[in-house]
């Protein structure tokens, strides 16, 4: 299908206009056809609307590892009516969607070579087709699908003012799609963790349940771990006492050890000398940074009931799913899907592209910090490239420079900018200034909506699938396609943002078209004014 063309203007004027009037229609009819990309040849399509939508919802797999359903391209045929007839006549000025899916099978798991492939293509449904207006025409009348004002996805830092009077500083991360996570100190000045807004826990149970074990190594990442030589002189021996240990200490010749987070005492001062030790590496009271209080991690980490990465996953796993029995591996694979998955997880090219503008600063300083720790960076490169298979796992397509899911560098510097905030280093933002505002157009509400019935598709497939012996069967067997265009339908016909063209005059029909509406999904609801 060709591009729509401009009306052609009679213009009657003496003197040549010599600036070129806008295309108020401009962002509309751009937004579509972006999003199905209709005149671009397959070969040359983008990954992006429905070309991304339609990859991030494949491959589809059974259980038992016996089937696989896969993407290759889609299709439109031209619309049937016209856009007069359409309206005379009370019908949708849409178009016929089709997709080409291979299915391969093999009659056991462990077979390394699929024993065979089907391709076809799949009748997927209709979808209502943007005229050269801007409109759509559905049973006879004329919409219109108002842009969107809506929360941008990215990093927000406010504050709220607790009845003590004392402040306490929050920093939220909101996905493009995904659980929400919210960092926020306290009265007692600790940092707690909130998941979708459920029960909280402690920021350092997080730390260790992705991979910062131990409370030496949570320390070391915001520079809280001081080396302080055993000596039997007095001042040496008085600058130990009441300092909190920072690693465990163990006698080898008798087998005790002293927990980290003890506070030295006299007893324990023996203990160390007894046991050997030169040196012994205890918590920092006071940041070399100068003005910069970090004791914010310290009390954190004082009142955190874990001690090892296993302990911290059954804490967190307990706090999200009470109602189930805590599992190792089942909380670990809970941690990965919420936020390592980028099919459950998914913070958009403009989350990510805020994170990085926001933390520069602080993702920068971490960088040349773990440059001067071989042992830390050591884990945080192990820890990354997980992170890195955990994506591969759960994606075919190849992770590239921009990690569009969260990351343990993401977290850390979140909460050296919060640390900032505590000592009144940095400026919390505006939540409702535009700058964290964006603007979605129509092409990605419909993104939205095929995200949803791909997703509910996805579910029907894999339970006829898992259903099915190894017999041979052809993709159109496992496609619905009331499933995906349902969805469609009901946006259109439901939508707070689709709506009724305004006929009252041209210039009403302009201001519809190019109206900006703050409800919707993610938006203000009229019961409650707030986002």
């Known amino acids: 299908m060709a591009d729509a063309t401009p009306t052609p203007c009679i213009d009657f004027s003496k ?41 991030s919802a494949f491959p589809i797999t059974d259980t038992r590892g016996l089937y696989l359903l896969e ?52 009748y997927l449904g209709r979808i209502p087709y943007m005229t050269e207006r801007g409109t759509f025409i559905v049973n006879g009348a004329e919409r219109v699908v108002v842009a969107q004002l809506h929360r941008s996805p990215g990093v927000v830092f406010s504050e709220a003012v607790h009845p003590n009077g004392k402040k306490m500083y929050s920093a939220k991360i909101v996905p493009t799609r995904g659980s929400w996570i919210e960092f926020q100190t306290d009265i007692n000045n600790q940092i707690f963790v909130y998941i ?18 131990r409370d030496e190594d949570i320390l070391g990442l915001f520079d809280l771990v001081e080396e302080i030589e055993v000596s039997s002189k007095t001042s040496k021996r008085e600058q130990l006492l009441g300092q909190y240990l920072a ?104 989350g990510r592209y805020r994170i990085q503008k926001k933390l520069q600063t602080e993702l920068s300083d971490l960088s040349a910090f773990l440059g001067e720790k071989p042992e830390l960076k050591e884990l945080s490169d192990a ?68 995200v949803i019935g ?32 349902s969805v469609v339908s009901s946006f259109f016909a439901t939508s707070q943002l689709s709506q009724f063209m305004d006929q009252t005059n041209p210039l009403a029909e302009m201001t519809n078209k190019r109206r900006v509406s703050a409800l919707g999904p993610g938006g203000l609801t009229r019961e409650r004014a707030g986002f």
């Open 15 to 55: 003197i040549q206009s010599i600036v070129t009037p806008p295309d108020l229609l401009k962002v509309q009819l751009d937004s579509f056809h972006n999003f199905i990309q209709d005149s671009v040849p397959l070969e040359k399509r983008k990954d992006q609307g429905l070309e991304k939508v339609l990859r």
């Open 71 to 122: 993407y290759i391209s889609y299709s439109f045929d031209r619309p049937k009516y016209t856009v007069e007839e359409c309206i005379e006549r009370g019908l949708t000025y849409d178009v016929s969607l089709k997709i080409k899916l291979k299915l391969s099978y093999k009659d056991e798991a462990d077979e390394p070579d699929w024993k065979e492939t089907i391709q076809q293509e799949v």
């Open 196 to 213: 979708d807004q459920k029960k909280n826990f402690l920021v350092t149970a997080l730390l260790r349940a992705i991979g910062f074990a």
């Open 247 to 350: 690693s465990d200490i163990i006698d080898m010749n008798t087998g005790e050890v002293v927990p980290a987070r003890a506070a030295i005492t006299e007893e324990i001062l023996e203990q160390i000398v007894m046991a050997g030790y030169k040196k012994v590496k205890v918590m920092k009271t006071s940041s070399p940074e100068k003005g910069v209080d970090k004791s914010v991690i310290i009390n954190t980490i004082l009142n955190d009931s874990s001690a090892t990465e296993e302990e911290a996953l059954e804490i967190v796993y307990e706090e999200l799913r009470a109602n189930e029995a805590p599992d190792i591996d089942a909380a670990r694979s809970f941690l990965e899907r919420t936020f390592f998955n980028q099919k459950k997880y998914d913070l958009g090219d403009v």
């Open 383 to 450: 820890i990354y490239a997980r992170i890195l298979q955990t994506i591969s796992t759960y994606s075919e397509e190849p992770v590239g420079d921009d990690i569009l899911v969260l990351t343990h560098y993401d977290i850390i510097a979140v909460i050296n900018y919060l640390i900032k905030l505590v000592n009144g280093n940095a400026e919390v933002d505006d939540v409702d200034h535009l700058a964290n505002r964006r603007v979605r157009s129509v092409g990605e509400q419909l993104a939205a909506q095929f």
């Open 454 to 485: 791909l997703a509910r598709m996805g579910k029907n497939v894999r339970e006829k699938l898992n259903s099915r012996d190894t017999d041979k069967i052809a993709p159109a067997d496992l496609i619905n396609a009331r499933t995906v265009s």
